[in-house]
């Protein structure tokens, strides 16, 4: 089974443009950017979605939930983001371990594509 991408990452085995480490979570830069500012911040621990956390990961989750606003402040998300998290099939999460995207410093559109 071929490993897990975000998993290399956080393990530093690929690289990749960290801005926020600790040793619950980490944030780093899309390959893709969908705005001048697009982070995706993630668990170090393997989730593979939203719809496999478990009751164990609800500290976790809002440990991450309570990190965001300081990441973004890092980043000087001064006017505002979005926080995004494609979850499956129709949610077209590409990746599966879960992440949620940081986006900013570009005015959203709505609704989402
Ligand atoms: P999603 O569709 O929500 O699963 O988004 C996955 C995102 O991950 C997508 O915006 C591109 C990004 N991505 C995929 N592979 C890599 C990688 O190796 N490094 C980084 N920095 N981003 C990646």
Redesign the pocket.
């Known amino acids: 089974m071929p490993k897990c991408?975000f998993c290399m990452?956080a393990n530093k085995e690929?690289p990749?443009?960290i801005v926020y480490e600790d040793d619950q979570i980490l944030a780093?830069?899309?390959?893709?950017p969908?705005a001048p500012v697009h982070v995706?911040i993630v668990p170090k621990k393997h989730i593979a979605s939203l719809d496999n956390m478990t009751q164990e990961d609800q500290a976790l989750l809002g440990y991450l939930m309570y990190k965001v606003p300081d990441i973004a402040k890092e980043l000087e998300l001064v006017n505002g983001y979005r926080l995004?998290n494609?979850c499956g099939e129709d949610g077209?999460?590409?990746?599966h371990h879960l992440?949620f995207?940081l986006l900013g410093k570009r005015k959203m559109t709505w609704p989402p594509g």
């Not at 077209?92 to 990746?95: D, L, R, W």
């Open positions: 991408i990452i690929i990749s443009d780093f830069r899309d390959l893709e969908q995706l995004v494609n077209m999460q590409t990746v992440h995207h």
